[in-house]
């Protein structure tokens, strides 16, 4: 179990640790958004990751990073994303309970896929306080081991490992672009890109109604995400004092987009690359589209963070985007 | 050019003179499917095919058989579909002219698709003898060479590339099951399972409110295609008179499943597969959810026929599905 900034070591060790258990994802091309965008990308396709996404990988370094007789009472945590799922698939992998605290207005889709993995759900209020607190009683009632969904060393580099593996299978990015929320993925990514990748720049993809990272990477102190509005449901909470640091440290830029920007880029991966993205993962697309003085020529790595979608709940009404 | 029901040699001379213009595409599993499908299912990703569907197989064939002294004025045809993207592919490749007739009606993404190849659009009412007409006009004026979507046995042999390469890629199949709308895949499939997998039983799936290829294949007479309503857009025709002795031959049964049939199937290839289908893709697994006790412990292979949609339009307006 890591109590500091992963190391170039660390990293290494986590994907070893892992690799029985997560996919090495598919690198995607597109030549038409190549010619759109005036540059070459090569899409990370965590969509195609264990329960949908890129958590699996965390989840399940941390999970098997814990001492064992930490696990014997099982692993809890709090979220209402793939978070939730990643860490009842980790704990099945161990062979212990997960406790998950959910709010209650979580999307049925979420739901069902912890049930499907075992997890073991508890409802608590729709704010942060509810969580928590449901949380804590839970863990003091079953003492169940605490896995936080990115403030914990151990996650991060298993999130690291995605990146590591983009630049395994394809070496000499000038940028590689991940979305940012809590900041796991994205400060996993700058560490990978660090140790493996020296010459690439990072940059964080963060929805613009949810922009507490671009602030805090910009005024050197963490903001709390409150009341964020956005379709990028993955992307709403705040950078934790674990994320933070790495990320100031290795990254060169957060850049925010809008809802409009995030949807038309999901619809050019939807239709030209034909594989079904949650709209957080179309954020770095849409960092690509906004900017593309910035990436024109370039060589760049996006990472898509995953598919769980529920297809049928994006209508037109959801949509501020003239098609 | 062929000018009879394409021979096993036919078919391999087809697949050889297409293979740089086409891609092998990926064959997809899912663990989850199978477990609630009680059998073990090879998806046949023509999603990810060029142009997005398997029409660039048979247009890319049929362009490349005829002699190229019928190829100088260019080629010609009349669909709203895929088809209409393909032939407009191939002739490019060809180096030739592609006049299109679409009618008014077609969805903007296939519009679209056709001008991005290079197609010469020339807009119908949104009648068959409208479309018929217009098109007729076009071969009087330009001297363009017609290539029929479907009834046509180059097309049919281009077509049926995609199961020869699906059984290559894994023999031994019990059922493999492809969708029908003019029957050109459906007979293509069902002529490789007959040279290349002597064992293995061909069924069609055809939406219910467009059975015309069901009835037909029944009652032994061809059944024009009436009124068609489905969210299968691309299954609207009818057999053609070259189509329909092959199918009547080499196809065990053809199986019609409902609109939410195809909607759920749908959900669970976005929802489990992370690909982006068309709905008259989805036909082929809601036939097997549809008949369990038919594909139950089998081993089947499914066409996935393509991935041409509109996100944005599918809304819960169209479904007539509880979730």
């Known amino acids: 179990m890591l109590s500091k900034t992963p190391s170039k070591s660390d990293i290494e060790a986590s994907h070893k640790r892992i690799s029985d258990y997560i996919f090495k994802t598919p690198v995607l091309t597109s030549q038409s958004i190549n010619k759109l965008c005036g540059c070459e990308i090569f899409f990370k396709c965590e969509n195609f990751q264990k329960i949908g996404a890129f958590k699996a990988r965390g989840a399940t370094n941390a999970v098997l990073s814990v001492n064992p007789i930490h696990l014997k009472n099982g692993v809890a945590t709090h979220s209402s994303g793939n978070h939730a799922t ?8 161990a062979g212990v309970k997960a406790y998950i605290v959910m709010p209650q207005n979580s999307k049925k889709i979420k739901v069902n896929s912890v049930k499907a993995f075992g997890g073991e759900i508890t409802f608590s209020e729709n704010n942060q306080q509810s969580r928590e607190k449901t949380l804590q009683n839970i863990v003091d009632k079953t003492g169940a081991y605490f896995i936080h969904p990115y403030n914990n060393y151990d996650v991060i580099a298993g999130q690291s490992t995605a990146a590591k593996e983009l630049i395994e299978y394809n070496p000499g990015f000038d940028y590689i672009v991940a979305p940012v929320g809590g900041g796991g993925l994205l400060s996993g ?16 993809a963060e929805p613009e109604c949810a922009d507490d990272a671009y602030r805090s990477f910009n005024d050197g102190v963490i903001y709390p995400s409150v009341n964020p509005k ?18 100031k440290e290795n990254v060169k830029n957060i850049f925010t987009v809008s809802d409009s920007g995030i949807l038309a880029a999901m619809r050019l991966i939807y239709e030209r690359l034909k594989i079904v993205i949650e709209p957080s993962s179309a954020t770095v697309l849409a960092v690509v589209l906004k900017y593309p003085e910035i990436f024109k020529g370039s060589k760049t790595g996006l990472i898509l963070s995953g598919g769980n979608i529920d297809l049928f709940e994006i209508n037109r009404s959801d949509i501020n985007f003239e098609s």
Request: no cysteine.
């Open 189 to 204: 990514t700058s560490l990978s890109v660090k140790y493996f990748s020296g010459t690439t720049a990072v940059f964080g």
């Open 230 to 247: 956005t379709i990028a449901d993955g992307l709403l909470t705040s950078l934790g004092d674990k994320t933070y640091p790495i990320i």
């Open 86 to 93: 990643a860490l009842s698939y980790a704990a099945k992998i």
